[in-house]
């Protein structure tokens, strides 16, 4: 039984590519037809968002949308006001930049405010990068841990990724990273440097896309492999087998 208020429009969560990739290939028809009936949109970028619903329906009206920036510059106290269209019965879209809402993303906190006011929260389907990842690491997919970002101190981070790497022992548990693009090699380089030679790395790179690379191998064979992964969106998970 639904404790959402009837009379309020959904919250539907909206994926995006991960990159340059054909809608058709990552989507399923039925976002199509949800996105077509929204114009009230959540989004981190306006340009961003604006393209990809172009992309996703040439024919909709661009003038017709209204949307409400979600970012590192909006305050706190406005984000209620960005679900007033949900209060007033219509549905609203949350767009991430990439992925799926919510993930590593600030759109959670929107659905947060969403469950606290009963608007009905409605997940669709599309790709979300630390999943796919996760799905072919060949690592523990019953029991892993997303960290985003490690430190960017090099001896806070050797620490953090000596610590993690204990814990995946103990717990027989993947540990999954995220890296600003531009520093990937050097986080590839910081965890063959600071990890036992026989723990696994997996790096994903570009998934979904034509360029999409995915490698599973240990530290110590990671420093014989030569792979460009600068400034290119990559995920990284490492696993100490038990």
Same mark, same amino acid.
């Given at each position: 039984?639904s404790?959402?208020?009837p009379? $309020?429009?959904?919250? $539907?969560?909206?994926?995006?590519?991960?990159?340059?990739s054909?809608?058709?290939?990552?989507?399923p028809?039925?976002?199509?037809?949800?996105i077509?009936?929204?114009d009230?949109f959540?989004?981190?970028?306006?340009?961003?968002a604006?393209?990809?619903?172009?992309?996703i329906?040439?024919?909709?009206s661009q003038?017709?949308?209204?949307?409400?920036?979600l970012?590192?510059?909006?305050?706190?106290e406005?984000?209620?006001?960005f679900?007033?269209?949900? #209060?007033?019965?219509?549905n609203i879209g949350?767009?991430?930049?990439?992925? !799926?809402?919510?993930?590593?993303?600030?759109?959670?906190e929107?659905?947060?405010?969403?469950?606290?006011y009963n608007?009905?929260v409605?997940?669709?389907?599309?790709?979300?990068?630390i999943?796919?990842?996760?799905?072919?690491?060949?690592?523990?997919?019953?029991?892993?841990?997303?960290?985003g $970002?490690?430190?960017?101190?090099?001896?806070?981070?050797?620490?953090?990724?000596?610590?993690?790497e204990?814990?995946?022992?103990?717990?027989?548990?993947?540990?999954i990273?995220i890296?600003?693009? $531009?520093?990937?090699? #050097?986080?590839?380089?910081?965890?063959?440097?600071?990890?036992?030679?026989?723990t696994?790395?997996c790096?994903? !790179?570009?998934?979904?896309?034509?360029?999409?690379?995915?490698k599973?191998?240990?530290?110590?064979?990671?420093k014989?492999i030569?792979?460009?992964?600068?400034k290119?969106p990559a995920?990284?998970?490492?696993?100490k087998?038990v």
């Amino acid at each position: 039984m639904s404790s959402s208020n009837p009379h $309020y429009g959904k919250l $539907y969560l909206i994926p995006v590519q991960l990159g340059d990739s054909n809608p058709d290939k990552v989507f399923p028809p039925f976002n199509k037809r949800i996105i077509d009936t929204i114009d009230d949109f959540i989004v981190e970028n306006e340009k961003s968002a604006r393209r990809f619903i172009k992309q996703i329906l040439p024919e909709k009206s661009q003038q017709s949308l209204k949307l409400s920036g979600l970012n590192k510059f909006t305050e706190p106290e406005e984000l209620p006001g960005f679900l007033d269209a949900a #209060k007033d019965g219509k549905n609203i879209g949350l767009l991430s930049e990439a992925g !799926c809402p919510g993930v590593a993303d600030p759109g959670a906190e929107i659905v947060k405010l969403a469950h606290r006011y009963n608007i009905q929260v409605v997940p669709l389907i599309g790709p979300s990068s630390i999943l796919l990842a996760m799905m072919s690491s060949g690592m523990n997919g019953q029991s892993f841990t997303f960290h985003g $970002y490690l430190p960017i101190d090099k001896k806070e981070r050797k620490h953090e990724i000596k610590q993690l790497e204990r814990i995946s022992s103990e717990k027989n548990q993947a540990q999954i990273f995220i890296e600003t693009p $531009y520093r990937n090699m #050097k986080f590839l380089e910081d965890l063959t440097q600071n990890l036992q030679p026989t723990t696994r790395i997996c790096v994903a !790179c570009d998934l979904t896309l034509e360029t999409e690379f995915i490698k599973t191998a240990t530290a110590s064979e990671w420093k014989n492999i030569k792979a460009d992964l600068h400034k290119r969106p990559a995920i990284f998970i490492i696993q100490k087998d038990v």
